[in-house]
């Protein structure tokens, strides 16, 4: 299969893949993931003609571990909470033993536990955490829970932002558009909560609006060094 080269004309013509981009901002990750999928399920069932391809534009990432350091459990052993952190953090990222120099560069040399170890919190948990003569097994100083992420974290003006994307096929961009703005007003979103539709035409004219602003500064440009080389604004 022979991939289309992209010019810089094609890009200023169409710079997203995508023909209809609908944007959901809030702040808490898992709400404005359930949204995302309401809004998703809503478009099926709508079944808008020529709206093709509906889909997330986050996927979330499984087997992810958050763990907390419990305060009330370390003081009830005696033992300082942000000694358990580091010495946590140690076990999964290795203690620095030394360096050694590369011409300008530091290369550190990192004692690490065996990786199986490392990439598995059971036996994490089960490392024992020593002071003085204290040894206490690990996972009874803290709080651990399975959590799942996002690959990744978008922010338009300052605002956490999700995307729904979606193709287009023999309709056009304003139908596809009011269709779908006929669909977001069936959900009920609170003051601080944001969906907005926008398609290629949007995106089309930021592009020429960016790429008039270059020109006339250009012009001005030739102008201002004529104007040096001539002596004259005339």
């Known amino acids: 299969r022979i991939k289309p080269v992209e010019s810089i004309f094609s890009k200023l013509i169409k710079p997203s893949e995508n023909d209809i981009e609908m944007k959901i901002q809030m702040e808490d ?12 399920e809503l478009l099926k069932k709508k079944n808008i003609e ?8 986050t996927e979330k990432l499984s087997d992810l571990f958050a763990v907390q350091i419990n305060r009330e459990k370390c ?16 076990r999964i990222k290795g203690t620095e033993a030394t360096s050694f120099s590369d011409f300008e560069k530091r290369i550190p040399v990192r004692i690490v536990l065996p990786e199986n170890n490392r990439q598995s919190l059971t036996k994490l948990l089960e ?8 040894s206490i097994l690990l996972k009874n100083l803290v709080d651990y829970r399975r959590d799942s992420a996002q690959n990744e974290i978008r ?6 932002t999700t995307y729904v994307f ?26 601080d909560e944001l ?7 949007d995106e089309i004219r930021e592009s020429f609006a960016e790429l008039y602003l270059a020109i006339i500064i250009s012009i001005l440009l030739m102008y201002m060094v004529l104007a040096s080389e001539f002596e004259s604004f005339l």
Do not use: C, H, W
């Open 166 to 191: 979606a193709g287009l096929n023999g309709i056009s961009v304003d139908k596809a558009v009011e269709g779908i703005n006929e669909v977001i007003k069936e959900i009920k979103t609170d003051n």
């Open 75 to 90: 003081n009830t052993y005696g033992v300082d909470p942000g000694d358990v952190a580091a010495f946590l953090s140690e």
């Open 195 to 201: 969906i907005t539709v926008g398609g290629a035409n």
């Open 50 to 57: 020529g709206l093709t391809e509906v889909r997330k534009g």
């Open 29 to 40: 990750r898992d709400a404005a993931s359930e949204m995302a999928d309401q809004l998703i």
């Open 127 to 134: 490392l024992y955490y020593t002071d003085g003569e204290k």
């Open 155 to 160: 922010r338009e003006g300052q605002s956490r």
